[in-house]
C-alpha cells in the first residue's frame, strides 16, 4: 500500500513538473489569413520573437512579396532575381524598389541569410586546396 502511495506520488510530481516543458514546446500556429510565412517552420521557430510574422525576402514566394503595399509583379520578380540580400535595405541599394516603397514595407520584411547562399558563393571565390 505505502509502495502503491509513492508511486502515484512519484507520477504526479513528474507529470506536474513535465507541464511547462509541455507548454514551451506547443507549435506557433499562423492566422489564417496569413500569407507572410516562409513555410518554414523549423526556421522561422527557432528565430527571435522581433522576427515573428515578418516575410523573408530571401524565401518569400512571388505571391506573398505581391501582397506587400507597392509591390506589384514585376516587382516581385525583381525582387526574387536579385537574391540573396544581406540586408532588407539591400532592396534600395540595388535598386530594387525606390526608398518610398521601402519605406512602407520595412517593418514588414527580413532578410535572413541564406545558408546555401553563403555555401555556394564561398566555394565560388576560395580555391581548392590540393
Known amino acids: 500500500m505505502k509502495a502503491r502511495k509513492y508511486c502515484l506520488a512519484l507520477v504526479f510530481a513528474l507529470v506536474v513538473s513535465a507541464l511547462p516543458l509541455v507548454a514551451q514546446t506547443s507549435s506557433t500556429t499562423p492566422a489564417a489569413g496569413s500569407?507572410?510565412?516562409?513555410?518554414?517552420?523549423?526556421?522561422?521557430?527557432?528565430?527571435?520573437?522581433?522576427?515573428?510574422?515578418?516575410?523573408?525576402?530571401?524565401?518569400?514566394?512571388?505571391?506573398?512579396?505581391?501582397?506587400?503595399?507597392?509591390?506589384?509583379?514585376?516587382?516581385?520578380?525583381?525582387?526574387?532575381?536579385?537574391?540573396?540580400?544581406?540586408?532588407?535595405?539591400?532592396?534600395?541599394?540595388?535598386?530594387?524598389?525606390?526608398?518610398t516603397e521601402y519605406d512602407s514595407i520595412k517593418d514588414q520584411i527580413i532578410a535572413h541569410h541564406a545558408q546555401g547562399a553563403s555555401a555556394s558563393s564561398a566555394s565560388k571565390t576560395t580555391p581548392a586546396k590540393q
Open 35 to 99: 500569407t507572410k510565412t516562409s513555410g518554414k517552420s523549423s526556421s522561422t521557430s527557432s528565430k527571435s520573437s522581433s522576427s515573428a510574422g515578418k516575410l523573408d525576402i530571401n524565401a518569400a514566394t512571388a505571391d506573398q512579396l505581391k501582397a506587400l503595399p507597392g509591390i506589384d509583379a514585376a516587382t516581385a520578380q525583381k525582387i526574387i532575381a536579385g537574391r540573396p540580400y544581406h540586408g532588407k535595405n539591400d532592396l534600395v541599394s540595388k535598386n530594387i524598389i525606390t526608398k
